[in-house]
C-alpha cells in the first residue's frame, strides 16, 4: 500500500499560480499511473491529470495548455503545477495512485482562486 500526502494549496487571484505536490510513503517506480483529481461540494470528484510511468500525460479538457502534471520517482513526488487559474478551479485537490487495481488517495489540499 501506499500513503499519499499532499500540500501547495491555498487562496490565490485569477491568472495566479499555484504548484501542488504529493509525497508518498514509498517508492513509486512500480506505481504506472499517478494523478490528481479535484472535487467541489455536491459534485462528484473529477479527474484533472495523469501520468504513467513511462510519462505519458492526460489532462482534462478545461485545464489544458494551463496545468502541468510531473513525477520524481526518485524523491516520490508527483507535481501539479497550475497556472493561469480560474475560479472554476477552486476544490479541494486530492494526489491518487492506482497499484494492484487498488486506489489510493490523499487528505486533500484545498485551492481557491478569487475573482
Known amino acids: ?3 499519499l500526502v499532499e500540500s501547495g494549496g491555498g487562496l490565490v487571484q485569477t491568472g495566479g499560480s499555484l504548484r ?3 509525497a508518498a510513503s514509498r517508492s513509486i517506480f512500480g506505481i504506472d499511473t499517478m494523478g490528481w483529481y479535484r472535487q467541489v461540494p455536491g459534485k462528484q470528484r473529477e479527474l484533472v491529470a495523469t501520468i504513467t510511468s513511462g510519462g505519458s500525460t492526460n489532462y482534462v479538457d478545461s485545464v489544458k495548455g494551463r496545468f502541468t502534471i510531473s ?9 501539479l503545477q497550475m497556472n ?14 492506482q497499484l494492484f487495481a487498488i486506489s489510493y488517495w ?3 489540499t484545498q485551492v481557491t482562486v478569487s475573482s
Open 1 to 3: 500500500q501506499v500513503q
Open 20 to 22: 501542488l505536490s504529493c
Open 71 to 79: 513525477r520524481d520517482n526518485a524523491k516520490k513526488m508527483v507535481y
Open 84 to 97: 493561469s487559474l480560474k475560479p472554476e478551479d477552486t476544490a479541494v485537490y486530492y494526489c491518487n495512485a
Open 106 to 108: 490523499g487528505q486533500g
